[in-house]
T-cell receptor, first 109, second 114 residues
């Protein structure tokens, strides 16, 4: 299988830190990516992990554990503009990219 | 340049019409994708082209016909669509062939079938 699981909604306060988890099925797995999508917009690439560990890009970090088939996106110093849907996406060795169902992030002032 | 360009941005078509969606990238990526996205749902994979050859068709109805004229261009030909085909159609590209470390999306074509 190639499905991914992530929470449907997360709520956090402006200025706080939030973590969005993603578990995936391992068959043919190559890497895990994260995308942000605002209402009415297109998915925007945030990060990619192929190896275990943490990748940091500004306020956003992404982590992968291949042995646990698990990854997460960490958003720090939350801003109102971070309110969006966040998708984990599984890259396969066959070039297939499959998206999780998405996590809607609500940020409270 | 990480740009994927899609045209048109909006399209309204009747059920008997034929239209085409276009996608272009100049990143040297060798894998190109079509996705369909309905409101509040994830992008759903339709087709993958790898090195200009169709490598994956996710059981998409034949009223959707992809074409890859060269390594920079991807088309999606539409014919006899149904109202339920109304959605955002997204094109994406990635390096391809096991070298994928990123994939970038165009802004999409918002399609309405009447």
């Amino acid at each position: 299988g190639q499905s991914l699981e992530q929470p449907s909604e997360v709520t956090a306060v402006e200025g706080a830190i939030v973590q969005i988890n993603c578990t995936y099925q391992t068959s043919g797995f190559y890497g895990l990516s994260w995308y942000q999508q605002h209402d009415g917009g297109a998915p925007t690439f945030l990060s990619y992990n192929a190896l275990d560990g943490l990748e940091e890009t500004g306020r956003f970090s992404s982590f992968l554990s291949r042995s646990d088939s698990y990854g997460y996106l960490l958003l720090q110093e939350l801003q109102m503009k971070d309110s969006a849907s966040y998708f984990c996406a599984r890259f396969g060795r066959d070039d297939k990219i499959i998206f999780g169902k998405g996590t809607r992030l609500h940020i409270l002032p | 340049d990480t740009e994927v360009t899609q045209t048109p941005k909006h399209l309204v078509m009747g059920m008997t019409n034929k239209k085409s969606l276009k996608c272009e990238q100049h990143m040297g990526h060798r894998a190109m994708y079509w996705y369909k996205q309905k409101a509040k749902k994830p992008p759903e994979l339709m087709f993958v082209y790898s090195y200009e050859k169709l490598s994956i068709n996710e059981s998409v109805p034949s009223r959707f016909s992809p074409e890859c004229p060269n390594s920079s261009l991807l088309n999606l030909h539409l014919h006899a669509l149904q109202p339920e085909d109304s959605a955002l159609y997204l094109c994406a590209s990635s390096p391809g062939q096991g070298r994928n470390t990123e994939a970038f999306f165009g802004q999409g074509t918002r399609l309405t079938v009447v």
